[in-house]
């Protein structure tokens, strides 16, 4: 008798344990209407400001055919009349307007509708006009940062830690990565540093700081950088680029532009900067709505002046 009792009780709590909850799935919230600017509203470049917008897919290898999610969206601003050298990051998880009128994230852009369409969401969004892009695998990343000799990178003790936790190999980074310090980072394991987002509270915030973080160094590392050792990296990047649509003199002024600029101290922007952003849940996904009207304002006001963004530790 006890044993069927015993017995009557394993099975309930084996046959309770079995039972899997089923996932609560998250309320989606209807975001307000976004309205971009038209393309005749779009102001020109201020004399002298050349922009580029560079993107990575989320991808190692990529097609141009059929492109990945663009997880690292990047406005490059050369300014030969102030002096300046821009990188501007956008966050991925923000939501647009999509060219069929719909609203989504844009990340999934340039792979439903061709980096083009990226392009002009930047520039309607933004207030910013800027038609010239190339798009990188992270393959390409990778070994376009090999070739100029790698980035020294500080990280804190978290960032180590996920970083050794990723495996990355043991000469990835000189010396081996082992804690907080400065370390000098092969095209890998840049990359993956790049693309951490879990490691303390800023999500995709740490990421683009990151990112613009990498793209700084780089900058500074050449800032005596010779006219042969500039078109060395140009041909780097010309061969490991995915899509493009800067002709053969497009680049070549640019790297006429970049040689002005030799000495020239990195700035760093955010974009939508964090007041700019409310997060909420659409589609099943978490998202951030955006006030674009202030980020007009805020991007204009920052290109315009001689400002100078101190990047958050």
């Known amino acids: 008798m006890m044993k069927r009792f015993l017995c009557a009780i394993l099975c309930a709590l084996l046959g309770t344990a079995c039972v899997i909850p089923t996932p609560v799935a998250l309320a989606s919230q209807m975001p307000r209407d976004i309205i971009p600017l038209d393309d005749d509203a779009l102001p020109e470049p201020a004399p002298g400001q050349h922009h580029y917008l560079m993107a990575c897919v989320d991808t190692w290898k990529a097609n141009p055919k059929n492109l990945g999610n663009t997880d690292g969206v990047i406005l490059v601003t ?10 501007t990051t956008f966050t ?88 907080a310090g400065t370390y000098l980072f092969g095209g890998h394991a840049a990359v993956i540093y790049m693309r951490i987002r879990k490691v303390g509270n800023e999500g995709d915030a740490g990421r683009t700081r990151r990112m613009r973080t990498v793209l700084s160094t780089l900058a500074s590392k050449y800032d005596n950088i010779t006219l042969s050792q500039a078109l060395e990296i140009l041909k780097a ?77």
Not at 241 to 251: G, K, P, R, V
């Open 78 to 87: 050369l300014d030969t009349n102030a002096k300046r050298l821009i990188f």
């Open 237 to 313: 990047v010309t061969d490991h680029s995915c899509i493009t649509n800067l002709t053969l003199t497009d680049l070549m002024e640019a790297v006429g532009y970049a040689m002005q600029l030799r000495g020239v101290e990195p700035e760093g922007l955010q974009m939508p900067p964090n007041e700019a952003m409310e997060p909420i849940v659409y589609a099943g996904m978490s998202t951030r709505q955006v006030d674009f009207e202030l980020c007009r304002q805020r991007l204009a006001e920052f290109l315009d002046s001689g400002f100078s963004v101190v990047e958050a530790k």
């Open 92 to 179: 991925r998880e923000m939501l647009i307007k999509r060219p069929d009128g719909g609203i989504g994230r844009i990340t999934y852009i340039a792979k439903n509708y061709g980096p083009e369409a990226l392009c002009n969401i930047i520039s309607t969004h933004f207030g910013i006009k800027v038609d010239k892009y190339i798009l990188f695998s992270m393959d390409d990343v990778q070994t376009i940062i090999d070739a100029m000799g790698g980035v020294y990178i500080t990280v804190t003790d978290a960032e180590a830690d996920y970083l050794n936790r990723y495996r990355i190999s043991r000469d990835s980074t000189t010396p081996s990565m082992d804690k």
